[in-house]
């Protein structure tokens, strides 16, 4: 059985991140997969502490991060992980900080500093990205606020061999907008991409949870 883990890497745990992730992972389950959110706000972890144990020669490189913490137990999960999903909320142009912390553990201990080796996964999954931006889509491009995502992208496709990023914009970040110094934005127009747009960026997670499963068969 196919197993997808999502990672949450919003500070709230029924928002719109950790909506699209669950919709991922019921697409994935619509395939027979077994799947697990993480919430990693709630974890007491930090980033990479560039430490190099899992760089060192004469067989003593660590094939994952040694160090431990909260953040231990989750990466022990991704070892048996047929795809991983990565959701964040797009905080002044870049992944969450948590979010960061968690793709640095993760990933610098896969990164080769040799040559001739690409990189020390040795297998490749399904991976993906989804982001919610509180910003119109045109809004995040003119601002340059997707480079970060792009990034992240990027380095999956690097280690993971693929990578596929669903990003919903103009999200609602708040019910009550007239608590909140933020004249910026039309809480008509917010309802109406709630109700129209959010839950097709929402599909679209469905069926890539469902992608990623039947992958990994």
Do not use: W
């Amino acid at each position: 059985m196919a197993f997808i883990l999502g990672i949450n890497g919003s500070p709230r745990k029924n928002g719109n991140t950790a909506t699209m992730i669950r919709h991922a992972l019921d697409g994935a389950e619509s395939k027979g997969a077994a799947t697990e959110i993480v919430h990693i706000y709630g974890i007491d972890f930090k980033g990479c502490a560039s430490c190099f144990a899992c760089k060192r020669g004469e067989g003593k490189r660590s094939p994952r991060c040694v160090l431990e913490d909260g953040l231990t137990p989750v990466l022990a999960k991704f070892e048996k992980a047929d795809a991983i999903i990565v959701g964040s909320p797009v905080y002044i142009g870049d992944l969450t900080g948590s979010t960061r912390a968690f793709i640095e553990r993760l990933i610098f201990p896969y990164i080769s500093y040799e040559e001739g080796v690409p990189n020390y996964l040795n297998r490749t999954l399904s991976s993906g990205i989804i982001c919610t931006m509180g910003a119109p889509e045109e809004r995040v491009k003119q601002m340059g606020f997707d480079r970060g995502p792009a990034m992240a992208e990027q380095i999956f496709k690097f280690i993971f061999g693929s990578c596929e990023t669903i990003s919903t914009f103009n999200t609602t970040q708040f019910d009550d907008y007239g608590k909140f110094l933020a004249s910026r934005f039309d809480p008509a127009e917010k309802k109406a991409v709630r109700e129209n747009r959010f839950p097709i960026d929402c599909a679209k997670a469905f069926d890539m949870g469902a992608r990623f499963a039947d992958n990994a068969k």
